[in-house]
């Protein structure tokens, strides 16, 4: 299906996103461990857990408009050295402060990600594959998720929880060694069926940034990639600690329950590309956006369903198979919102434009876990936690259906007067 010269590009890809999720699924693993060496409450570890995502969500828009700037190659290179040094840093942290500190920088680092694959994927594929190969180099993510439980959580087990921190930080630098002798930023020469591919989906007129960042398309394709991180952090922040906390689960149980729901978000992410663009190629004659829409709205309101229920559920068992259906549907759509600012976006303005919808989407990964942290200590339940989660996509993926519509380009050149 791939051309061989574009294989190295979908793996060391694929792979960024598996050690990106395995660094950052290694905290709420080892959660349990560090709130109890650290002495921290359930508010604070919250507060820990958000305070990554202040740098995180900084940096996808700062990552996003240097890929545009400077290329995806240099910028994810640079990215991926920053965090796994500060994955690594975490073994370091003394206290609250020191960990709250780290987590930020550490976020920092790993901001740039997925705008950089979003590039990456922009310049090397054509318009009717691009939902695919998001979907399947963003599918190293859910894996990173699952392989992080049984690393972590046996490696703390065994040794310490500082011991699996920096195992961790040295794969990431292997990889950026890799990175950056084996994968150019653009292919030497693009195949003639991608041009004109190309030449049917860029823009007559050069827009501004500022035009695109108005567009109700992009701010509520944002709105619906929120709803979906709040879901997501939730469950990467939260949920091993749910497990033992609430439902009563060992250390070592839960390092492997948790491989469950990251399994089938992996199946999830990697066939939601495919599926949409099916669908694309299916039903060319209703529009691109579409055959996205339909795999959003449709998956987004299942995910919301599942883990509003989860929350409500008496078992341990049914617990864990809604929330492993929840992220399964979930990731079915982790691909679509990229497609869409790929589908709507000129070229030289995807990184920036993605990274600005990333930037808006992970301001979830600020508030959920501390509002995560606070009901449960005010509540003593995860019920309302969950709850919120889902009734929030719930109303996002409505919102889609209303307002994500085909921008109108103007011929003018006067896009940054125009309003929205």
């Given amino acids: 299906m ?24 290694a905290l709420s693993i080892g959660a349990p461990f560090i709130q109890h060496d650290l002495t921290l409450t359930a508010t604070q570890m919250g507060l820990v857990f958000s305070s990554f995502s202040i740098g995180y969500a900084i940096f996808n828009f700062i990552g996003g408009v240097a890929s545009d700037k400077f290329g995806a190659k240099l910028t994810l290179f640079v990215a991926m050295i920053v965090w796994s040094l500060f994955s690594g840093a975490i073994a370091l942290a003394v206290g609250f402060v020191s960990l709250i500190v780290i987590r930020i920088v550490f976020g920092m680092g790993e901001g740039p990600l997925s705008a950089t694959i979003s590039k990456m994927v922009n310049n090397w ?11 399947l180099t963003n599918s190293g993510t859910p894996l990173g998720g699952a392989i992080s439980g049984p690393i972590v959580g046996f490696i703390a087990i065994a040794y310490s929880w ?21 994968v150019k930023d ?14 049917k989906t860029q823009p007559q007129v050069k827009l501004p940034l500022s035009f695109y960042l108005k567009q109700k ?25 749910y497990l033992v906390d609430a439902r009563g689960v060992s250390v070592k149980a839960m390092s492997i329950i948790t491989v469950i729901p990251w399994i089938l978000g992996f199946i999830g992410l990697a066939a939601g590309g495919f599926v949409s663009d099916y669908v694309l190629k299916k039903c060319a004659n209703k529009g691109v956006l579409f ?12 995910s919301a369903v599942c883990i509003g229920l989860a929350g409500l559920v008496t078992t341990t068992v049914s617990a864990v198979t809604l929330v492993a259906l929840s992220v399964f549907f979930l990731y079915l759509t982790g691909a679509i919102y990229w497609a869409i600012i790929q589908d709507v976006v000129d070229q030289s303005k995807v990184g920036s434009v993605g990274g600005f919808m990333h930037f808006l989407a992970n301001t979830a990964g600020i508030i959920g876990p501390a509002l995560t942290g606070y009901l449960v200590d005010q509540s003593g339940t995860f019920t309302s936690a969950f709850l919120l989660a889902g009734g929030l996509a719930i109303f996002a993926s409505l919102a889609v259906i209303r ?7 103007p011929s003018n050149g006067l896009a940054d007067k125009q309003s929205v």
């Fill in 403 to 409: 307002f994500v519509r085909p921008i109108i380009k």
């Fill in 2 to 25: 791939f051309a061989k010269a574009k294989l190295p590009v979908i793996i060391m890809l694929f792979l960024a996103g598996v050690i990106n999720y395995l660094d950052r699924s």
């Fill in 162 to 182: 500082k011991i699996s921190f920096i195992m961790i930080m040295v794969i990431g630098l292997i990889w950026s060694v890799c990175w950056w002798l084996f």
């Fill in 291 to 302: 055959s996205r829409k339909v795999i959003l709205v449709s998956c987004l309101f299942a």
């Fill in 125 to 135: 594929f054509p318009t009717d594959q691009r939902a695919s190969v998001v979907g």
């Fill in 186 to 199: 653009k292919p030497a020469k693009n195949p003639e069926k991608d041009a004109v591919v190309e030449a």
């Fill in 217 to 241: 398309t992009v701010l509520f394709t944002a709105f619906a990639f929120f709803s979906y991180n709040y879901i997501l952090f939730f469950f990467l922040t939260w949920f091993p600690s």
